[in-house]
T-cell receptor, first 111, second 115 residues
Framework: DAKTTQPTSMDCAEGRAANLPCNHSTISGNEYVYWYRQIHSQGPQYIIHGLKNNETNEMASLIITEDRKSSTLILPHATLRDTAVYYCIVRVTAGGFKTIFGAGTRLFVKA | NAGVTQTPKFQVLKTGQSMTLQCAQDMNHNSMYWYRQDPGMGLRLIYYSASEGTTDKGEVPNGYNVSRLNKREFSLRLESAAPSQTSVYFC????FGEGTMAEAFFGQGTRLTVV
């Protein structure tokens, strides 16, 4: 099964860019990478998704390597409210539908 | 604009009791999902519904049943609760079909304790 690997935790200074890596080396060619975050124990919040091109929206940028084995979520100017657990997700369809959330990266934004 | 509404927010059950977790979305979304999240872990998919009238198993369906009552509502039933089902349950919906996780909206969760 495709799965994701992320650092357990990361720190970032307020106002600086936060770069969150994700390894998904077994992703299949037509599967997207999705990023969500979870603040405290609230429901997860959608951030961005992509297939093979880099993507940008009002929240973040997503950089996907050419071989699609890894990606990086970039929060360009992190604020204290960006402190959360960030999940990199791939959707697997072989053998039945699954979404592999993993344990995520706990990002601490410090003043 | 309520988004995804889950009821109840908290529940304590005794082992063997049954209950239904309710979920409703007001965004006219096609796909709906039920996840569970155990302490310190990521979310695991229980069941999903890619469109009205269809439901399919996810990673951890044992001990659960679901009903897609209409396009708005997707309920999760525990027929005989067990302590291993103590968890936080999240419902989600997405306008995209086929169970994609693109731009899904999540509810605030139901915290269930089985004693």
């Amino acid at each position: 099964d495709a799965k994701t690997t992320q650092p357990t935790s990361m720190d970032c200074a307020e106002g600086r860019a936060a770069n969150l890596p994700c390894n998904h080396s077994t992703i299949s060619g037509n599967e997207y990478v999705y990023w969500y975050r979870q603040i405290h124990s609230q429901g997860p919040q959608y951030i961005i998704h992509g297939l093979k091109n880099n993507e940008t929206n009002e929240m973040a940028s997503l950089i996907i390597t050419e071989d699609r084995k890894s990606s990086t979520l970039i929060l360009p100017h992190a604020t204290l409210r960006d402190t959360a657990v960030y999940y990199c997700i791939v959707r697997v369809t072989a053998g039945g539908f699954k979404t592999i959330f993993g344990a995520g990266t706990r990002l601490f934004v410090k003043a | 604009n309520a988004g995804v509404t889950q009821t109840p927010k908290f529940q304590v059950l005794k082992t063997g009791q049954s209950m239904t977790l309710q979920c409703a979305q007001d965004m006219n979304h096609n796909s709906m999902y039920w996840y569970r999240q155990d302490p310190g872990m990521g979310l695991r998919l229980i069941y999903y519904s890619a469109s009205e009238g269809t439901t399919d198993k996810g990673e951890v369906p044992n001990g659960y049943n679901v009903s897609r009552l209409n396009k708005r509502e997707f309920s999760l039933r525990l027929e005989s609760a067990a302590p291993s089902q103590t968890s936080v349950y999240f419902c989600a919906s997405s306008e995209f079909g086929e169970g994609t996780m693109a731009e899904a909206f999540f509810g605030q969760g139901t915290r269930l304790t089985v004693v």
